[in-house]
């Protein structure tokens, strides 16, 4: 495959089918990833948020269904498996959250497995669903990307979503003063008045810094190791349309980074999952001082 057609074929990859207002003034799909540029902020990745809500909805139907006909007697496969999962969520927000929210256990249930989902997409061939929505569509050169997690839009949708609730169970808790108290009386203090003034201006530049990387780092850490991963899987599919030798070596190494890819995709649920209960804990945490 000569290089432009191997540049090419991963920029299609990577580029998100996205509506917004055309340089016409009409709003419409976007046809190069420079016209998708040209859209600004009020342009909206379809791919990423269709592909988010019908996994969203296969988690609840699932569940849903589990649920209805779960039985005291014998269990099936399908109960056994959710009531795993949820003994493994709740076990871990009982060791990591110390407030009293009934919201919690199933929040983080619900990041976990929703966020799963969509990280599990990146272990189908990343041609097969945009070929078939190409087919469907009838334009082979239809950008569609299957994995909402290596979108930062939607990485960052999650993170803020987090962060609004973390802000609002901090004011919630603490009090409008505490948690202003928080961001400017700590961690620099003084038990002289003029002093303590002074030291505001400091301690509100660290206090906010550091309130506003987490939802910047939870959103970060989970777009680029899928990112990443996809990446990688879009590199060893270029292999194959160079010859058998190199088809054989993508084979090969696709079936080996797609049994390492499952603990990534895995272990980035899992980390976005624990974070957000350790970011609503210290959001409960009253300040004592």
Same mark, same amino acid.
């Not at 649920?67 to 014998?74: E, L, N, V, W």
């Given at each position: 495959?000569?290089?432009?057609?191997?540049?090419?074929?991963?920029?299609?990859?990577?580029?998100?089918?996205?509506?917004?207002?055309?340089?016409?003034?009409?709003?419409?799909?976007?046809?190069?990833?420079?016209?998708?540029?040209?859209?600004?902020?009020?342009?909206?990745? #379809?791919?990423?948020?269709?592909?988010? /809500?019908?996994?969203?909805?296969?988690?609840?139907?699932?569940?849903?269904?589990?649920?209805?006909?779960?039985?005291?007697?014998?269990?099936?496969?399908?109960?056994?498996?959710?009531?795993?999962? =949820?003994?493994?969520?709740?076990?871990? $927000?009982?060791?990591?959250?110390?407030?009293?929210?009934?919201?919690? +256990?199933?929040?983080?249930?619900?990041?976990?497995? @929703? #966020?799963?989902?969509? &990280?599990?997409?990146?272990?189908?061939?990343?041609?097969?669903?945009?070929?078939?929505?190409?087919?469907?569509?009838?334009?082979?050169?239809?950008?569609?990307? =299957? $994995?909402?997690?290596?979108?930062?839009?939607?990485?960052?949708?999650?993170?803020?979503? #987090?962060?609004?609730?973390?802000?609002?169970?901090?004011?919630?808790?603490?009090?409008?003063?505490?948690?202003?108290?928080?961001?400017?009386?700590?961690?620099?203090?003084?038990?002289?008045?003029?002093?303590? #003034?002074?030291?505001?201006?400091? &301690?509100?530049?660290?206090?906010?810094?550091?309130?506003?990387?987490?939802?910047?780092?939870?959103?970060?850490?989970?777009?680029?190791?899928?990112?990443?991963?996809?990446?990688?899987?879009?590199?060893?599919?270029?292999?194959?349309?160079?010859? $058998?030798?190199?088809?054989?070596?993508?084979? $090969?190494?696709? @079936?080996?980074? +797609?049994?390492?890819?499952?603990?990534?995709? /895995?272990?980035?649920?899992?980390?976005?999952?624990?974070?957000?209960?350790?970011?609503?804990?210290?959001?409960?945490?009253?300040?004592?001082?």
């Amino acid at each position: 495959m000569a290089a432009e057609n191997a540049s090419g074929y991963i920029q299609h990859h990577l580029s998100n089918l996205t509506y917004g207002r055309l340089p016409t003034g009409e709003w419409g799909f976007a046809h190069s990833a420079e016209q998708a540029k040209e859209m600004g902020f009020w342009a909206f990745h #379809v791919d990423t948020l269709g592909v988010s /809500v019908v996994l969203g909805l296969v988690f609840i139907l699932l569940f849903w269904a589990v649920a209805r006909k779960a039985t005291s007697g014998q269990p099936g496969g399908a109960q056994n498996f959710v009531e795993m999962m =949820v003994e493994f969520v709740d076990g871990s $927000v009982k060791d990591t959250f110390h407030g009293r929210n009934a919201l919690i +256990a199933p929040l983080a249930l619900t990041i976990f497995v @929703w #966020v799963f989902l969509m &990280n599990f997409m990146d272990l189908i061939p990343v041609y097969w669903l945009p070929m078939l929505a190409a087919n469907i569509v009838g334009n082979e050169h239809l950008f569609f990307r =299957v $994995v909402p997690t290596t979108d930062p839009n939607a990485t960052l949708g999650l993170a803020l979503s #987090v962060f609004a609730l973390l802000l609002f169970y901090s004011v919630k808790v603490k009090g409008l003063g505490g948690f202003l108290g928080e961001l400017t009386l700590h961690p620099f203090s003084s038990k002289n008045m003029a002093v303590q #003034v002074l030291l505001i201006p400091i &301690n509100f530049l660290l206090e906010f810094v550091t309130l506003i990387a987490k939802p910047v780092s939870l959103a970060l850490r989970l777009f680029g190791n899928l990112y990443a991963g996809e990446l990688i899987f879009i590199l060893i599919a270029i292999m194959f349309a160079n010859g $058998v030798v190199l088809g054989g070596l993508g084979i $090969v190494l696709q @079936w080996a980074w +797609a049994v390492f890819h499952i603990l990534i995709i /895995v272990l980035q649920a899992f980390i976005f999952m624990m974070l957000t209960v350790v970011y609503l804990s210290m959001a409960h945490e009253e300040n004592d001082h």
